[in-house]
């Protein structure tokens, strides 16, 4: 890791350019090189690695699989997701609950559109919609771990809400910890005419999952765009209509 970054510049990554993986019951979209798809000029945003968006039809899903010294950040956008790991965790993830998993040493874990299996009611036939993003942590070989908390009054509140943190200045503000003290993931809930002012930071990661917004200096990013915004922060943000976004606040960069 480090805390170089070149020259200012706001990157803008329109969503029919993203890589796609397209199977029966998968239909993901890959901001970075992922899986089989693979761009050497294309393998992160600072200390971003993986920005999946990710829909699920209903019964299905990822089965058990490992991961190693990741810090695995997942936001349910519509639906709900069904994480079981080998660490004993088990629960249901669904809009406004932040979660995290911290692979470290070593982790197996499954998620699932399958949420009626653990609640007793019958099979739904809603997809879930939902983001799954990865940035490495600073330290390895921690022990693996998990953490989720429910913010959805936060959000409800208007503005940029600390997600996931790793950083000192979010310490107790942060709804979850995660194992990079560079790293901030930040999301807002955005009505027609709201605005917000992005972080000041080396490396910005701008993502829209659903709606419009217009980024100062850039113009318009529809569902699916993103802005990789570097050594220029503060910009507005102002929805042109429902949106939501997920800003990633990163102060180094891998080298």
């Known amino acids: 890791m480090t805390a170089l970054a070149p020259s200012p510049a706001v990157d803008v990554r329109r969503a029919e350019d993203r890589f796609k993986t397209r199977l029966s019951w998968l239909d993901s979209k890959h901001s ?5 798809h693979y761009d050497p000029a294309n393998t992160h945003h600072g200390l971003l690695l993986v920005n999946n968006d990710d829909i699920v039809h ?19 956008l519509r639906g709900s997701l069904v994480h079981q790991d080998s660490t004993g965790h088990s629960g249901v993830i669904y809009p406004g609950l932040a979660q995290r998993m ?19 009611r019958d099979p739904h036939t809603e ?13 390895s070989g921690v022990d693996p771990g998990y953490e989720q908390l429910e913010i959805g009054d936060e959000l409800l509140r208007g503005g940029l809400v600390p997600v996931a943190s790793g950083m000192d200045r979010y310490k107790g503000a942060s709804a979850i910890r995660i194992r990079n003290r560079y790293a901030t993931l930040h999301a807002a809930r955005l009505a027609p005419g709201d605005e917000v002012t992005l972080p000041d930071a080396p490396y910005l990661h701008l993502y829209v999952p659903t709606g419009a917004v217009t980024l100062e200096g850039a113009g318009r990013l529809g569902q699916g765009d993103a802005a990789r915004i570097t050594m220029t922060g503060g ?21």
């Open 102 to 120: 911290s692979a470290g040493t070593g982790i197996l874990h499954s998620e699932k559109n399958d949420s009626w299996r653990l609640e007793g």
């Open 58 to 76: 209903p019964g299905t899903g990822f089965e058990t699989h490992p991961h190693e010294d990741m810090e695995i950040v997942t936001w349910v």
């Open 127 to 139: 997809p879930v919609h939902f983001v799954q993003m990865w940035v490495v942590p600073d330290t």
């Open 32 to 36: 970075f090189s992922f899986s089989r």
């Open 235 to 255: 910009h507005r943000v102002a929805a042109t209509e429902a949106a939501e976004i997920l800003v990633w606040e990163m102060h180094a960069t891998l080298a």
